[in-house]
């Protein structure tokens, strides 16, 4: 008799792919993610790398892994734990057993697990499973390994060549057991090796092999469909939050008629900027790969005072070494774009994981009263609405501004539905000569006299011949002065020039219940898990709301008032209070819960929920939340 399947349709569901750094774990998932987007579903991505280039095959320290969740509605993170764990070796398995759930379904290579696996994933036991507790567990045991040798025996590539394709052979196992077509990711696979036919059919061979290894044995009882979800009209693709940043930045040039310009030095986790922008020569981008971080702003001011839309990109000690050139760009009032993937320091700290600990040295980090524009963007696609606009404010009020996103954005992503530029606003920068109607002869640092922004001279527009630098000038003549009243005048100018911003901002909104006890604040990329706890806890029965911050110097002109309405505030953030602290000094007569966590992962939305539940049910909690 026959074996039959159950299917069982689900809300949603979270995969993990992990193996070794070498094993095509980012592509696995990035492969089953992109068809779960065109079929219709919602998805949330989170890779998770080591630092180390290439740790000892088989390592504990050499494990890379991808975590999507897809779901039919309301997916907002990667999720918590895991579902489903694949695991393609001892080592792998090992690394996240804490990151899946009491009850998750296991897939492994059997050919991995021999005594040499085992060695190197460090086991005391001939039994992994039973050392890890994992006994309320699905174990599905695939011989990856030795599947993929005999599916490409008839190839003419070699073994370390034939044992890159066992990824495509789990992702196969993987997309039977969640009923998705196998057609969409042939067809990425072409997109991707169309150049390399061997490893194409090869590829695309084990895939289908594995796909065929599931339905031919049944290698689990029950296989599940998730529903898509009818989707506004447009194209759509998967998008990261660095590939989305980029492309909000050419938007920008597109509409405000400059060429965009990208001075960078290659710093994880902000590289792939420049990697995307590299690609759109034909977009009139340029990008220099410049030899230090210094170089990388350096360039981009000069491009600024060119003309063109200036952008250095980079993390967190990229910032600190740009803070001089960054104070320059200030003093000269020239428009510029700096984005900041974050990651965890302090120093070189935890290159390849999350962090949001540098919203102080963006707000501070610089001598001298140095303001400027400071924004986060919230979720991979959102990236690119906030790059561009972004862009806008550097551009229309010639200041620089710092963007915010983190390893969690740069790296994830989500399914986006690509935007018609046409419903997107023309960037109207300060021309001189078209915006300068003064009786007397124009010098560099006039102003409009109600936004207090300076008019921008292109170099080599007759009639406009100029000087601006780092030292003090006359705000009549431009002159260098070290009169203390002009000072004071040109820091009181700098300063009111980004306070008025605040009136051209959205106003800051409330989502849940405007009569709750409990306002919840966040900013940045914690949105989603934020967002996920709120909802949780009001389908509950429970009264409680939130605000999230894009806008964050200046603040929404609403902010203060808002706030204040509510009669318990908790600020939830990766860092360890940098917001609240800076929300306490805008607004004063704050006091304020804290969810703070510094873990180089994200935030977990029970961990934020069970919080949330304490303060609501009046218990003393532990400011912080560590």
Not at 337 to 350: A, E, F, K, Y
Not at 484 to 510: C, S
Request: charged share 20%; proline share 5%.
């Amino acid at each position: 008799m026959s074996k039959t399947t159950n299917v069982s349709t689900i809300n949603d569901v979270v995969i993990r792919f992990a193996g070794d750094s070498g094993d095509g774990m980012q592509l696995s998932g990035s492969i089953f993610s992109d068809v779960a987007a065109i079929l219709g579903n919602q998805i949330s991505t989170f890779p998770n790398y080591p630092a180390e280039i290439r740790a000892p095959h088989g390592s504990l320290a050499g494990v890379s892994s991808f975590q999507v969740r897809i779901g039919t509605e309301g997916v907002y993170t990667p999720g918590d734990y895991s579902d489903v764990l694949v695991a393609m070796n001892p080592s792998a398995l090992k690394v996240n057993v804490k990151a899946i759930k009491n009850n998750a379904t296991i897939i492994y290579d059997s050919s991995a697990f021999d005594a040499s696996g085992l060695k190197k994933g460090e086991y005391t036991s001939e039994d992994p499973f039973l050392e890890l507790g994992l006994t309320n567990n699905t174990i599905i045991p695939v011989a990856i390994t030795e599947m993929t040798r005999e599916s490409l025996k008839e190839f003419d590539m070699d073994l370390k060549s034939v044992d890159r394709c066992r990824n495509m052979l789990a992702l196969g196992v993987v997309l039977w057991l969640y009923n998705k077509d196998i057609s969409p990711a042939e067809e990425l696979l072409k997109k991707k090796f169309g150049k390399k036919p061997t490893i194409l059919q090869a590829n695309i061979k084990v895939l289908t092999d594995g796909y065929n290894y599931g339905h031919n044995t049944h290698a689990s009882a029950t296989t599940y469909h998730i529903e898509g979800r009818d989707q506004r009209p447009g194209h759509y693709t998967e998008i990261t939050g660095n590939e989305a940043t980029a492309l909000g930045l050419v938007a920008a040039a597109e509409k405000s008629d400059r060429q965009l310009f990208l001075g960078s030095y290659p710093i994880t986790p902000a590289t792939d900027i420049l990697h995307t922008l590299s690609k759109l020569k034909a977009l009139g981008v340029k990008t220099v790969q410049a030899e230090d971080e210094i170089a990388g702003i350096t360039t981009a001011i000069g491009a600024s005072y060119a003309g063109a839309l200036g952008v250095t990109s980079t993390s967190g000690p990229g910032l600190a070494l740009k803070s001089e050139a960054l104070g320059y760009a200030v003093i000269t009032e020239l428009p510029l774009l700096l984005i900041d993937v974050m990651r965890g320091g302090p120093s070189t700290g935890l290159p390849t994981k999350s962090e949001q600990t540098d919203l102080m040295q963006a707000l501070y980090g610089r001598n001298g009263e140095s303001p400027l524009v400071v924004m986060a963007a919230t979720t991979p696609t959102d990236c690119f609405d906030t790059a561009f606009e972004a862009a806008q404010i550097a551009l229309e009020h010639m200041t620089p501004v710092i963007l915010l996103t983190d390893a969690y954005l740069g790296n994830g992503a989500s399914a986006w539905r690509i935007p018609d530029l046409s419903t997107y606003p023309e960037i109207k920068p300060p021309y001189v000569e078209s915006n300068y109607q003064g009786e007397q002869p124009w010098k560099p640092y006039f102003r409009d006299p109600e936004s207090y922004v300076r008019y921008w001279a292109i170099p080599g527009v007759e009639g406009f011949t100029h000087r601006v630098g780092g030292l003090e000038k006359d705000s009549e003549t431009g002159v260098i002065s070290t009169d203390p009243r002009n000072h004071a005048r040109m820091v009181g100018y700098r300063k009111e020039k980004i306070a008025r911003i605040a009136h051209r901002l959205p106003q800051q909104e409330v989502i849940g219940d405007e009569d709750a006890e409990l306002l919840v604040v966040g900013w940045g990329s914690t949105y989603g898990h934020i967002l996920s706890a709120v909802e949780e806890i009001r389908a509950a029965g429970r009264k409680i709301a939130m605000t999230h911050f894009k806008y964050i110097n200046p603040l929404p002109s609403n902010t203060a008032e808002l706030i204040k309405r509510f009669e318990k505030v908790v600020v939830v953030e990766q860092n360890l209070g940098q917001f609240a602290a800076y929300l306490s000094g805008q607004i004063g007569g704050l006091d304020l819960y804290r969810f703070n966590k510094v873990e180089g992962q994200p935030l977990k939305v029970r961990e934020i929920a069970d919080y949330l539940l304490h303060i609501l049910d009046g218990e003393n909690v532990k400011q912080g939340g560590l």
